[in-house]
């Protein structure tokens, strides 16, 4: 079965930081690029980084660049997205999508963990 | 970044209903465009890549047309299990945007 599964969430405190983990299985992890989108409840889908198949090109939406930094370990299926500095603005579920089709299409997507930041 | 505006916002249909929803590029994003279905607590699901490409699974009822800057999602007879938030994203600039949603409601 074509799964990600997503950890590493949880509560913490203003400028704190966190690191969410997507462990893939069922495809080939080390052939595609990977995303991480959030969402805050309530609210729209909103995009954060993404990474190549072998982390040589790495993108950041605005509001994550300079705190987030998107890694991958194609030896362990596993995608990180490291957070530092967290702010409140930072709270939402995060996902992480695989795109194995073309145009950029979000083929696969994790269940999601939530991020709450939070004094 | 390249906005992607939703219309309607909202949107209330009854089961066997055709309905349609647009999705504009700021600029020209040639055939970089997705589709998402929402249901609450979940995660998106792809329905539509590439502006017209159906993902493997999804139900025919589902299609979509458009290219430039002009898109449109289309669900010929409305099921009970198609009420959700959908979501247009561009691909065609490398920092991916969404569109703020649709949501569709049962009438």
């Known amino acids: 079965e074509v799964q990600l599964v997503e950890s590493g969430g949880g509560l913490v405190q203003p400028g704190g930081s966190l690191r969410l983990s997507c462990v893939a299985s069922?495809?080939?992890?080390?052939?595609?690029?990977m995303h991480w989108v959030r969402q805050v409840p309530g609210k729209g889908l909103v995009w954060v980084s993404g990474?190549?198949?072998?982390?040589?090109?790495?993108i950041y939406a605005d509001s994550a660049k300079g705190r987030f930094t998107i890694s991958r370990d194609n030896a362990k299926n596993t995608l990180y997205l490291q957070m530092n500095s967290l702010r409140a603005e930072d709270t939402a579920v995060y996902y992480c999508?695989?795109?194995?089709?073309?145009?950029?299409?979000?083929?696969?997507w994790g269940q999601g963990t939530t991020v709450t930041v939070s004094s | 970044d390249i906005q992607m505006t939703q219309s309607p916002s909202s949107l209330s249909a009854s089961v066997g209903d055709r309905v349609t929803i647009t999705c504009r590029a700021s600029q020209s994003i040639s055939s970089y465009l997705n589709w998402y279905q929402q249901k609450p607590g979940k995660a998106p699901k792809l329905l539509i890549y590439?502006?017209?490409s159906l993902q493997s699974g999804v139900p025919s009822r589902f299609s979509g047309s458009g290219s430039g800057t002009d898109f449109t999602l289309t669900i010929s007879s409305l099921l009970p299990e198609d009420f959700a938030t959908y979501y247009c994203q561009q691909t065609y600039s490398t920092r991916y945007t969404f569109g703020q949603g649709t949501k569709l409601e049962i009438k």
């Open positions: 069922g495809f080939t992890f080390s052939s595609y690029w």
């Open positions: 590439a502006a017209s």
């Open positions: 999508a695989s795109v194995r089709v073309v145009a950029g299409g979000m083929d696969v």
């Open positions: 990474i190549n198949s072998d982390g040589s090109t790495i």
